[in-house]
């Protein structure tokens, strides 16, 4: 064997562990991650990668470093801020005086403290509870410290407001922070003891990085250990009502939530996947009215497509916010059909941006056409990839709060 098959050997190894462990979707975006952390690690252990492999297995602090490696930890303050807009206006004033939110897989812990700040600053008596499979990122989550370009997201009045000056850092001041508590959890373990009670749940991009059965458990747990009324939020292109038929979306605003489903279903829609699991091709295509009926609402259209990568005339952008309108009402009405058309003008309209092809694509994979629903992935990540280091300098700001590399992480598990 050449090294590099050697090597090859070892990433299948690693990844099949870390599917295990942590539910970790194998793929070519975590190999590609793992090929370098393994090298990496291994070198530090001063190891060559095969026997770096049996530390792994018997030794778990060795597979947290690795964990710790490999976790995508891309976030932001106030991300998805429409979020933040239902959280704040219509969620917290029905949850009573005291309030438990489990921020979870939490990154380096902008989420939290946002999430700590709006119960700040709604006078609320409130805790977050911040977990993370990841010890580095608690670790940076406990230190509440961030550098600037880490606080966007931050307004001058909150930055004033809840932060002081800490040398070239800026540090969360006391009352925010007393609010956060850091705990390490795997969402593939029962539930911790902490977060029962948690009326509020966050739990945003980190299911995109997960295996269907893992996302389905998950969800599951959540409904078993949690009260029916609780809110849980997940990110933008994480449509969950893809995995599981126990919660349901609710729109909010200019964003959907879930909640736990009352009733029970009418049937189980055979297909349906969660957006990062690969989607069965489905053998019947339901009537309308039968969809309409039995499927709940996603959540991955909560926001009009909002990128900036493709120049479009005042009469064109005023032409797209119109379609995305009209796509969203058909979406929120169950009528994926007649949102698959809007789309699909849009998509025609803004050949450059990936986010009207993965909306597209979003549809159609809805709508029960895996076929087109593939080739409109296919699209957006051709763009993605055509598109310049611009974009992904502005990065969170300019892709739905997501940033390139999680958009073709999602991409290329759909594909
Ligand atoms: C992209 S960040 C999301 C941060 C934040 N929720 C947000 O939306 O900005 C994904 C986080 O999920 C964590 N993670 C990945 N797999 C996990 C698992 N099985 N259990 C708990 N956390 C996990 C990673 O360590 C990483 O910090």
New binding site residues.
């Given amino acids: 064997m050449t090294t590099g098959q050697v090597l090859e050997a070892v990433i299948d190894t690693v990844a099949e562990l870390l599917h295990l462990r ?3 979707r194998p793929g070519p975006t975590l190999r590609g991650r793992l090929r370098r952390a393994i090298r990496e690690e291994a070198a530090r252990h001063g190891q060559d990668p095969a026997a770096y492999v049996e530390s792994l297995v018997a030794d778990r602090g060795v597979l947290q470093s690795l ?1 710790n490696q490999v ?6 303050f106030f ?2 801020p429409e979020h933040f807009d239902v959280l704040a206006h219509d969620v917290l004033p029905e949850t009573g005086p005291t309030v438990r939110i489990w ?6 812990g ?2 939290a403290y946002s999430l700590a700040m709006l119960l700040e600053e709604s006078g609320l008596d409130g805790t977050v509870i911040a ?4 010890t580095a ?1 608690l670790h940076r989550t406990a230190a509440a410290r961030y550098t600037r370009r880490e606080l966007s997201g931050v307004s001058a009045d909150r930055l004033a407001r809840h932060f002081t000056r800490d040398g070239d850092h800026w540090k969360v001041k006391e009352p925010v922070r007393q609010r956060v508590r850091t705990l390490h ?4 373990d029962p539930l911790p003891r902490e977060v029962l009670g948690s009326q509020v749940v ?5 299911l995109i ?2 295996s269907a059965d ?1 996302v389905r458990l998950f969800l599951d747990r959540l409904a078993d250990g949690l009260a029916p009324s609780t809110t849980l939020f997940v ?1 933008a292109a994480e449509t969950i009502w893809q995995a599981s038929e126990r919660f349901e979306a609710v729109r909010r605003r200019n964003a959907f939530i879930y909640r736990q489903r009352r009733s029970e279903p009418t049937r189980r829609t055979p297909s349906a996947a969660h957006p990062s699991m690969p989607v069965e091709p489905r053998r019947r295509r339901p009537e309308r009215s039968e969809r309409t009926r039995t499927t709940p609402r996603p959540s991955g259209w909560q926001q009009a497509p909002s990128t900036s990568t493709a120049a479009a005339s005042p009469s064109s952008t005023l032409e797209i916010t119109a379609l995305e309108k009209t796509a969203q009402e058909a979406v929120a009405a169950g009528d994926y059909d007649g949102a698959v058309v809007a789309f699909r003008k849009c998509a025609y309209l803004r050949p450059h941006d990936p986010l009207a092809h993965l909306h597209l694509g979003l549809a159609l994979e809805a709508a029960g056409d895996a076929d087109a629903a593939r080739r409109a992935f296919d699209a957006a990540r051709r763009t993605l990839t055509e598109t310049g280091p611009d974009v992904v300098v502005e990065g969170l700001k300019g892709l739905e ?1 997501y940033s390139v590399s ?1 958009l073709i992480h999602l991409l290329d598990s759909k594909r």
């Fill in positions: 942590i539910g970790l964990m976790a995508v930890h891309e976030t932001a991300r998805h921020s979870a897989a939490c990154s380096n902008q989420e977990t993370d499979l990841s990122a959890h795997n969402l593939l966050f739990c945003r991009n980190v990085y997960l893992q990110g709060g999680e």
